[in-house]
Structure formats: C-alpha cells, structure tokens
C-alpha cells in the first residue's frame, strides 16, 4: 500500500538511537527515550498561502531531520512505525556532508 500525505504533512522514519553511552555504558530498554531524529519518507504538495498558491515544503525524501520530542502521530504502514507532521513541527535539517567534511 502506497501513503502520500496531504499538505503540508510529512512522513517520517525514526532512525534508532545508540544502545550505548559515549563512555561505553548499555542502556536498557525501560530507560531509552524515542529518537528525535528521523528520516523523511514521504512528503505532500504543500500548504496554500492567503492567496491560494500552492506553497512548497523545504524539506524532501531522503533528508535527515530533527524534530521535538512529542510532535507528529506515530502510525504504522506496511509493518513499519512512521510518524505522519506537520513540516513546522520539524526543527531542522542535518547537513550529513559537512560533519563528513570536518572528520576529513
């Protein structure tokens, strides 16, 4: 099954968090928080201004994104956990190449 969001909705895939602390620690299960990072899987057309023009979202498929603790609604397609947001819920897009560029 196929899902597009409307909107100015986007669909976006948990990425898991470290199981382990930077000092080499294990966190279990019952004191793990959810990620706020994700993957974008999906995204609608846009919203619509006062003017009715279609506006476009800044973010696409494939960015990395932060977003707040509580924001979206978790669901489940095809056996996957996503979470449908609006896109003003998110917080801000991770740049991948330029952390790839200072560890060089």
């Not at 080499?24 to 974008?40: F, L, N, R, W, Y």
């Not at 057309?45 to 023009?53: C, F, S, V, Y």
């Amino acid at each position: 099954m196929g899902f597009r969001p409307l909107h100015d909705r986007v669909v976006v895939k948990r990425i898991e968090a470290e199981q382990k602390t930077a000092g080499g620690i294990i966190i279990p299960d019952s004191a793990k928080e959810k990620p706020q990072q994700g993957e974008v899987v999906s995204v609608g057309p846009g919203a619509r201004n006062e003017k009715g023009e279609l506006v476009a979202l800044d973010v696409k498929a494939g960015d990395l994104v932060l977003f707040g603790k509580w924001s979206g609604t978790e669901v489940k397609i095809d056996g996957q956990d996503l979470l449908i947001m609006k896109e003003s819920d998110i917080l801000g897009v991770l740049d991948v190449s330029a952390n790839a560029q200072k560890a060089a």
